[in-house]
């Protein structure tokens, strides 16, 4: 049994009939369509999970819920009875209204939710973090909760360690690090391409029906590549920009690579500290972003310090802007 049948040339009448007689049965809680292509939409809820209707204007009916669900299987027998048809193949390349809304992952049938994001790439200290997260489907809905909508990417130290010590064993989380260093030697999207499908390959190990949400930094063709070969009927992809803000395996993994980077930042700015002679004023490297003043500030006041050495280590030295400070104030 698959995670979704597909009905073909299903009249409107027929449709009506099938929705009259779940209805007598059922609790029905009508959803409103999010895209122009579906024709009606709702869902049912069972003892063993959701059971999702969707009728297209092309007049496919699609329903989905967990392979499992006993319900789901007796309610596919039932239309088929009812409609006299059997289910088609599985809907694919159709844009659904799970797919389109800002809703989490509950709203699919897969036992293992993953999620890939990064922390520190755009950064000119310190370095780059990859997580990746796997959650199952019995954990996803107190996850959801805990994060309640926070904005991963403003969460301070304190707040990330707070929601990463909740749920402690709710969840499985690798990462991996590249230094200053390797960013200066190697391409950064070399990097972020090799890095994920490292961590993709051991976290979806031996684990079947299971979806992955990759926030979508500019994917390039070798992951696009591995990506072709792990998709399958068990196994659904989708890269999408802001993926940290709507799915809630990409905000675990956001999370657990920000807080690292968290602690790596804290680290820099308590053993890399700059005194300015003439005011007394503290100078901490902080996060490093570009367009931080006091990111220019650290640079040149450790140049004017140090004029005879180079940058320190956990400065990625072929940044723009840490070049054009190389010009202007150049190592003796």
Same mark, same amino acid.
């Given at each position: 049994?698959?995670?979704?049948?597909?009905?073909?040339?299903?009249?409107?009448?027929?449709?009506?009939n099938?929705?009259?007689?779940?209805?007598?049965?059922?609790?029905?809680?009508?959803k409103?369509?999010s895209?122009?292509?579906?024709?009606?939409?709702?869902?049912?809820?069972?003892?063993?999970?959701?059971i999702?209707?969707?009728?297209?204007?092309?007049?496919?009916?699609?329903?989905?819920?967990?392979p499992?669900?006993?319900?789901?299987i007796?309610?596919?027998k039932?239309?088929?009875?009812?409609?006299s048809?059997k289910?088609?193949?599985?809907?694919?390349?159709?844009?659904s209204?799970?797919?389109e809304?800002?809703?989490i992952?509950?709203?699919?049938?897969f036992?293992?939710?993953?999620?890939?994001?990064?922390?520190g790439?755009?950064?000119?200290?310190g370095?780059?973090?990859?997580?990746?997260?796997?959650?199952?489907?019995?954990n996803?809905? +107190?996850? =959801?909760?805990?994060i309640?909508?926070k904005?991963?990417?403003?969460?301070k !130290? /304190? $707040? #990330?360690?707070?929601?990463k010590?909740?749920?402690?064993?709710?969840?499985?989380?690798?990462?991996?690090?590249?230094?200053?260093?390797?960013?200066?030697?190697y391409s950064?999207?070399?990097? +972020?391409? =090799?890095?994920?499908?490292h961590l993709?390959?051991?976290?979806?190990d031996? !684990? /079947? $029906? #299971?979806?992955?949400?990759?926030?979508?930094?500019?994917?390039?063709?070798?992951?696009?590549?591995?990506?072709?070969?792990?998709e399958?009927?068990d196994?659904?992809?989708i890269?999408k920009?802001?993926?940290?803000?709507?799915?809630?395996?990409?905000?675990i993994?956001?999370?657990?690579?920000?807080? #690292?980077?968290?602690?790596?930042?804290?680290?820099?700015?308590?053993?890399?500290v700059?005194?300015?002679?003439?005011t007394?004023?503290k100078?901490?490297?902080?996060?490093?972003?570009p367009?931080n003043?006091?990111?220019?500030?650290?640079?040149?006041?450790?140049r004017?310090?140090?004029?005879?050495?180079?940058?320190p280590?956990?400065?990625?030295?072929k940044?723009?802007?840490v070049?054009?400070?190389?010009?202007?104030y150049?190592?003796?």
């Amino acid at each position: 049994m698959k995670s979704n049948e597909v009905f073909d040339e299903i009249s409107f009448d027929k449709y009506q009939n099938l929705k009259q007689s779940i209805k007598e049965k059922f609790k029905i809680n009508q959803k409103q369509p999010s895209s122009n292509s579906i024709a009606d939409l709702f869902e049912i809820k069972t003892k063993e999970g959701k059971i999702t209707f969707t009728l297209y204007k092309t007049n496919k009916l699609m329903v989905q819920s967990s392979p499992n669900n006993k319900d789901f299987i007796n309610i596919i027998k039932e239309i088929s009875d009812i409609l006299s048809v059997k289910p088609g193949k599985q809907l694919k390349n159709t844009t659904s209204p799970l797919e389109e809304s800002s809703s989490i992952e509950d709203k699919f049938t897969f036992d293992y939710y993953v999620g890939c994001d990064e922390a520190g790439r755009g950064e000119t200290f310190g370095s780059l973090f990859l997580g990746c997260a796997l959650i199952e489907k019995e954990n996803l809905k +107190l996850i =959801e909760d805990s994060i309640n909508n926070k904005n991963i990417r403003k969460l301070k !130290k /304190k $707040n #990330l360690e707070e929601i990463k010590n909740n749920l402690i064993g709710k969840y499985e989380f690798l990462f991996k690090e590249y230094s200053a260093e390797e960013i200066d030697k190697y391409s950064l999207n070399i990097l +972020l391409e =090799e890095g994920y499908k490292h961590l993709l390959s051991k976290i979806i190990d031996n !684990k /079947k $029906n #299971l979806m992955i949400a990759i926030d979508d930094y500019g994917i390039r063709s070798e992951l696009k590549d591995y990506i072709k070969t792990i998709e399958n009927d068990d196994v659904k992809v989708i890269v999408k920009h802001k993926a940290d803000e709507e799915y809630t395996a990409c905000k675990i993994a956001s999370l657990g690579a920000r807080a #690292l980077r968290s602690n790596e930042i804290e680290e820099l700015n308590n053993k890399f500290v700059l005194f300015e002679e003439q005011t007394c004023e503290k100078i901490c490297p902080s996060a490093g972003s570009p367009s931080n003043s006091n990111t220019e500030k650290y640079l040149k006041l450790f140049r004017k310090q140090n004029p005879t050495l180079d940058f320190p280590p956990f400065v990625r030295k072929k940044w723009k802007n840490v070049k054009l400070i190389d010009i202007e104030y150049p190592k003796q």
